[in-house]
Structure formats: C-alpha cells, structure tokens
C-alpha cells in the first residue's frame, strides 16, 4: 500500500459538495476533539470554519506550544544549479525559458557555504533543478561533504530519486527531504508537467515514502498554491503528512504551504490563496496534525510571517536568496521566484525574539 491507494479512495469524492453540508455544530465539534479524523479535517477547512478562526488559532497556539515550546527553527536555501530538462509551467527554471543557468563547482560551494555559515545558520536546504545527466548523484553527494563541513543538517529539494540513491546521499551527510507534491488533482498534474521525468505522477507522490525507506530523518511535504482547487489541495497534502507519520513512526514529517509567487515565464495561477484562507489551513494543519513541523518561507511577506509566528509555524526560512551563487553577490543565474520577505538572518532572529521566542538555530547532529 502506499499513498497512492489513498488517492484513489477519493477520486469520486466531491469536496464542494460536502463542504455544502457542514454546518457550524459539526465545525465546533471537530475544533474541540482530541483525535481528529479526516472527516473534522475537512469541516475546519471548509468556508464554514471561518467564522471560527480565533477559536482555531487558540487552540493551534496551544499545540504548538505542548509540542515544540516557544520555538522557531531556521533554515535558508542554497541553490547550487539551476540546469532543468523538465517543463513545468510555473517555474523560472522549466527547460522553455531562456535564462542564466549556472552550476557551481565545488569550491563555489565551498565559497557560498562560508557566507551562509556567518549568519549562523545550521540548517540548510539544498536545492537544483532537475538535470540528472548534469547535476549527477555523485556530485550532489561531493557537494553534501562540502557542507556538512559548515551545517548539522543538509535537507535535500532535488529531483525524486530512487531509494538506493537516497542511500548514497544520505551516507554522504545527507539527512532530510523536502519533495513537494505541487498538485494533488492528477488531471492538473498532467496540465502542468509537460516534460521531464517530473511529468510521472505516481513516482513523484511515491518519493517521500522512499526517502523515509532510505532512512533519512525528515521528510517535508506540501502542494503549490494556486494550481489546484485549494481546500482539496491542503487536504490531500494533510493526508499525506498523516500517512507518512503513521506509517513511519521515526521519521519527522513536516508540511510546506508555498503559494506562488511571479516567476520568469509569466504563468498565471488558476486558484489565489488569500491570507484568510492561508492562516485557516495553517490552523487546520495544527489541529488535525499536532505533532506536524509547519513551514513558512520568504515567499511570505514580512508583516504576514510575523503575524504568523504564533499560529503552528514551526520553521522559518530566513535569509534567503533563490539564484545559483547569491549568497555572494554573484547571481549567476535567474531566479527561480520573487521572495518577498527580504530581512537579513540577523533581522528575522531580533523579530522571532521580541515576540517572546527562542530561535533554534540547531535541533539535531548526526554522531557518527
Ligand atoms: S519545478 Fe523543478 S523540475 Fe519543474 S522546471 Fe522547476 S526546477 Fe525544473
């Protein structure tokens, strides 16, 4: 059994037509629950939860805080290529647009990890596009040493790979992922991946679980805003977190709502996720997984993260740069989308701390 089968469950389920039927009692009953079933995440994230969002977000505060403290983890990108073989229609890097790619070497790396290292940061992701003939394993796995040399943890957001070669990685230092579904509604999946391995649903949706098989530490997961009909979209992402922490009991799983942003290549989102409705699916994240990691970049605004700080986030993106080479003012290359949220490491930590947190800069090491 993997995911896909819960998928499939639900291909005739109509969310509009259920969300048609709940009614404010059957909200207020699945907020107050202990264990909450599909069915109450469903009711808490149809329009009729709105009028309830304070009575959420207390209770989302209250999880939070019994589950991870006063905390705020922090991580930052590091792009180390931008090459791509794929077409996906909403992204600067898709094989159609003519932009500055750039691939580093590894003491570009080395270069780019030194600048990120002074800002104090720990934990980084590192991410390419997908050229599997240009950004080889045994690349990603060279430049997985190169930083380890500078961070306990390395999170990878590269192409979906095969177990075996999640073992390679991870040997090599290697000890998180992040592989975003981007849209659950398999007829926009097909709309939107035109080219590229990319374009095979089944094996995308099937790479969490191979990389928790590999055994590495972490998974993330999570759906692009604005391509698929978005309450659909943050249940199919909830489910999957929930399959993922059921089934695989030492691995920590953690949850990324990334709307999108503009990008080169000009796409037009179908669906826009307004804060509202964002700050709802944060809440209903909470308190249908309340042991779920909850992610927010620098997609987001600065007003919008700080605002959130308190709701269930659990991981602030901090400092970041999406070009190949930006951490030393050498861009490279494009970039992959506009961040928004443009503070320093340094700003961000002062804000996380005048609200009363504590800034995590380090949560684990591998001892070998
Ligand atoms: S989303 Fe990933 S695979 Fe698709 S074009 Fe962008 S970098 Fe390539």
Known sequence: MSFYSVIERYSDFDIEEYFSGVTENMVLSSMRKENLSSKDFLNLLSPAALPHLEEMARKANKLTVQHFGRTISLYAPLYISNY??????????SVVNKIKRAQLTLEEIDREAAEMAKTGLKHILLLTGEAKGITEISY???AIKVLKKYFSSVALEVFPMDEEEYRILKEAGADSLTIYQEVYD???YREVH???GKADYRYRLDTPERGAKAGLRAVNVGALFGLGELASEAFYSGLHAKYLMDKYLETE????????NPAEGGFQAKYTLGDRRFVQFILAYRLFLPKVGINLSTRETEEFRDNLLKLGITKFSAGSKTT???????????EQFDTSDKR??????AMIRS??????????????
């Open 84 to 93: 791509c073989t794929n077409h996906c229609t909403y992204c600067g890097f």
């Open 140 to 142: 990603l796995a060279d």
């Open 186 to 188: 398999r007829d926009i």
């Open 194 to 196: 035109l080219k590229g």
């Open 253 to 260: 799983v953690s949850i990324s709502l990334p709307r999108i």
């Open 324 to 334: 190949v080479g930006g951490y030393n003012d050498k861009n490279q290359s494009t």
């Open 344 to 349: 320093s490491v340094e700003e961000i930590v």
């Open 355 to 368: 609200q009363g947190y504590q800034v995590v800069y380090k949560d684990w090491e591998a001892i070998w």
